[in-house]
């Protein structure tokens, strides 16, 4: 008889699970309209970066610090994850050029080939496909009606997502938090 899979093992942030348990999706902050080398180099505004920084402070102080962050390559993205990162401590951080302007598909796949790899998951990407993502995990773990709602307005910029991840690997709305929310 052999030993069981081990759930837990040590990481930079403690124990590491050895399957997610938890998925942050976060869109990143808000950027300047234009740079010269196109959409992918639009930097953050000041007024991004004072949500990011906050979004960051506000996930870590709810206990939500990631093992793993996936970020696009994007410089507004890349900028975001600088950001939240000030509070998350020691974060193995994966910068990919498929994640910008990603579909929900793409996404998907980004997410389920990094879950054993992370307690906690951390995804900055790009509207459409975060906020089409947020909502079919929504409509596959049978949400509320009032969860609905709140995504039905939409996935603003800086806002994160946060679901439970079940042993199947199935995510379960655990939370939604905007920089807005934080402004209360």
């Not at 596959?140 to 307005?153: C, L, Q, T, W, Y």
Request: charged share 20%; aromatic share 4%.
């Amino acid at each position: 008889m052999g030993r069981p899979p081990m759930l837990w093992s040590a990481k930079a942030n403690g124990l590491k699970a050895s399957l997610m348990q938890r998925l942050i999706i976060m869109r990143h902050a808000q950027a300047e309209k234009s740079a010269p080398g196109g959409d992918i180099d639009r930097p953050l505004s000041k007024h991004g970066r004072a949500d990011a920084l906050a979004m960051g402070k506000a996930l870590a102080e709810r206990g939500l610090r990631p093992d793993t962050a996936l970020v696009s390559s994007a410089r507004r993205t890349r900028q975001t994850w600088d950001a939240v990162s000030e509070a998350m401590g020691d974060v193995e951080v994966h910068l990919s050029p498929a994640l910008y302007n990603a579909s929900s598909d793409t996404l998907r796949r980004a997410v389920e080939a990094a879950e054993d790899q992370a307690g906690c998951l951390l995804l900055v990407a790009h509207n459409p496909g975060v906020h089409q993502l947020a909502v079919e995990y929504l409509i596959e773990s049978a949400a509320s009606p009032g969860v609905m709602d709140k995504m039905s307005g939409g996935f603003p910029t800086g806002a994160a997502a946060i679901f439970t991840v079940d042993v199947a690997g199935r995510p379960t709305y655990e939370g939604w938090l905007t920089p807005h929310d934080l402004e209360k």
